[in-house]
């Protein structure tokens, strides 16, 4: 997937085509990788008291109980019988009724009031300022205001994450900003992605298992940390892994886990063909209900056309339609792997 578009990686120089290779095999080691133990969402600063969320939403104390009594917003009940409610059901509730916050802060949320988006490319520009400038709060609220203006998480990082990185990358060829200036515009990006993950309801817990990460010599975190946000953000269960991560360890964790899907981020090959090889024998060797999703900027137009044992997905858009259509891998009629 072009996740983000980045033009600087890191190279993979430190492996030849036939390392990438023998990276496929089973390992031996005891050592696994482990899925993140899933958070507490309803932590004391996650759930809020009608009053306060009444406050954020600008309508009455008695509305917003009836909204609850209704079962228009869902809350919960402490054991003193007192009603708190989710932040992230706040969210969703004004998200679904088209209400604004006039009070975000009461429930946690940024004040935005200074925020004024007129279009996608003043986003764009605002977005990367804010890179530049070591911004995450600016970062977080342009990502949080977009979200409840309607927008999915997979167009945010479509449509203002990845063209305001593209612009650090041209600066960067033109030599008007220097790689340190890159990896703090990361650092401020990864912390408002995880930022704005936890706006996000909680997953079912019936919901589809996806993990995934970025493949071994690929230091970029942003990539799988947004598509795993944005998994999240259509009801999965969905876990990064990290980066520079050997296949091998890749499947290994796949083998534990059972996921129904496993993405694996690719911003550098050394030699594309024989790395297609070595792609269609890991994507092989998965659990028979596991679908294996490549992408990133080195799956080009022919790394795709040699790809016959997973799927290739461009940006987070086609993940995101393909999670939402999403069919086990039964279905799907992948071949397995001759050698």
């Not at 033009?7 to 990788?33: E, I, Y």
């Not at 980066?243 to 499947?251: A, Q, R, T």
């Not at 050394?270 to 596991?290: G, I």
């Not at 016959?308 to 086609?318: E, P």
């Amino acid at each position: 997937m072009r996740f983000i578009g980045l033009t600087h990686v890191v190279a993979f120089d430190r492996f030849s085509s036939k390392d990438l290779l023998s990276m496929v095999n089973f390992p031996n080691s005891s050592g696994s990788l482990n899925v993140q133990k899933e958070r507490s969402y309803l932590s004391p600063d996650d759930s809020f008291s009608p009053k306060k969320v009444a406050t954020s939403i600008g309508v009455s104390e008695s509305s917003l109980k009836r909204w609850c009594d209704s079962g228009f917003l869902n809350a919960m009940k402490t054991a003193g019988g007192h009603r708190r409610i989710p932040r992230s059901e706040v969210i969703s509730f004004v998200k679904r009724k088209k209400l604004k916050l006039v009070k975000p802060q009461t429930i946690g949320l940024p004040e935005m009031d200074d925020i004024v988006v007129t279009g996608p490319q003043d986003a764009i520009t605002q977005f990367h300022a804010a890179l530049l400038q070591n911004s995450p709060v600016t970062c977080r609220k342009l990502m949080v205001l977009l979200f409840l203006e309607g927008f999915e998480v997979a167009d945010i990082f479509d449509q203002v994450v990845r063209p305001a990185f593209q612009r650090i990358g041209t600066s960067r060829t033109d030599g008007l900003l220097d790689i340190h200036h890159e990896r703090q515009a990361c650092g401020v990006c990864l912390e408002a992605i995880r930022q704005l993950g936890d706006l996000l309801p909680p997953p079912k817990p019936a919901a589809r298992l996806a993990i995934g990460g970025a493949i071994a010599g690929d230091h970029f975190e942003i990539p799988t940390q947004a598509l795993e946000v944005t998994m999240a953000s259509l009801g999965w269960r969905a876990f990064s892994l990290g980066n520079d991560l050997p296949l091998s360890s890749l499947l290994q964790s796949a083998r534990e886990h059972l996921p129904d899907l496993l993405w694996v981020s690719i911003s550098h090959l050394r030699d594309p063909a024989r790395a297609v090889t070595a792609l269609n024998e890991f994507a092989s060797r998965m659990p028979d209900k596991t679908t294996v999703v490549f992408g990133g900027t080195a799956v080009t137009a022919d790394v795709r056309k040699g790809i016959t044992h997973a799927i290739c997905c461009d940006n987070f858009s086609q993940m995101a339609s393909l999670v939402k259509n999403y069919q086990p891998k039964i279905n799907l009629m992948l071949p397995r792997f001759e050698g």
